[in-house]
């Protein structure tokens, strides 16, 4: 077993989390599309994502025809949380290549709430560093 390294986003916007260990996975503006389906509901296409392991690659025939995928898997907790495209048959869905699809009910976040809490967090500690300043004075 190695070691384990996590790549932590920047608070520069909404982020999406693994729902069962918060580990960091995609800031929402890596979302492709929100149109998309799978056995447990909905799934949102991304074109970028971290802190997962790939699985081994699987030819599916999914909705859109014939696609070798790998599942991915939460570094954090090892958790399924949906799979990468590896390959497309048609060429109409060649764009889903080198994509990730993370499924909405094992992911949270990247809602407005997450931002507002994103500002709550940043704004006690601008309070609390200005009652430090004042303490000195």
Not at 108 to 132: C, V, Y
Request: a neutral charge.
């Amino acid at each position: 077993m190695g070691r384990l390294f996590l790549m932590s986003l920047a608070p520069t916007g909404a982020i999406y989390s693994c729902k069962h260990c918060q580990t960091q996975l995609a800031y929402a503006h890596h979302i492709v599309s929100k149109m998309f389906r799978c056995k447990h509901g909905k799934a949102y296409l991304f074109d970028k994502v971290v802190n997962v392991n790939d699985g081994e690659k699987d030819d599916r025939m999914m909705t859109t025809g014939l696609h070798t995928v790998c599942d991915i898997f939460c570094v954090g907790c090892g958790s399924i949380l949906g799979w990468k495209y590896v390959s497309a048959v048609e060429k109409s869905q060649r764009y889903k290549e080198g994509k990730f699809i993370l499924e909405r009910c094992k992911i949270h976040g990247g809602g407005p709430t997450d931002r507002i809490q994103l500002w709550a967090e940043h704004d006690a500690r601008i309070s609390e560093s200005e009652d430090d300043d004042q303490d000195t004075m």
